[in-house]
């Protein structure tokens, strides 16, 4: 018996630090969506002042995601729009 617990506590030991270490990069990956979706006071001032009202729609069916990839397509210059698509 004391050879099982001692199998079992050096799995124990190896196994907590990896799933630590898991548990540390899962959380990474979302902490970096949340700053990269967050959006800023004059990003939000502009918004109010300048869109139009599909725009205003879409941030109330969808959110600030949808609604900020509407209005910065709109923004966009022409040339660049056509380029990229």
Do not use: C
Not at 51 to 60: G, H, K, M, S
Request: proline share 4%; no cysteine.
């Amino acid at each position: 018996m004391g050879d099982d617990e001692l199998t079992m506590m050096v799995f124990l030991v190896l196994l907590i630090p990896l799933l630590l270490m898991v548990f540390a990069l899962f959380m990474e990956r979302v902490e970096k969506r949340l700053k990269t979706s967050t959006v800023s006071e004059a990003d939000v001032q502009e918004f109010l002042d300048t869109a139009r009202p599909e725009e205003v729609n879409t941030l109330i069916r969808e959110g600030w995601t949808k609604a900020f990839v509407k209005f910065r397509l709109r923004r966009r210059p022409r040339f660049r729009r056509r380029n990229k698509d």
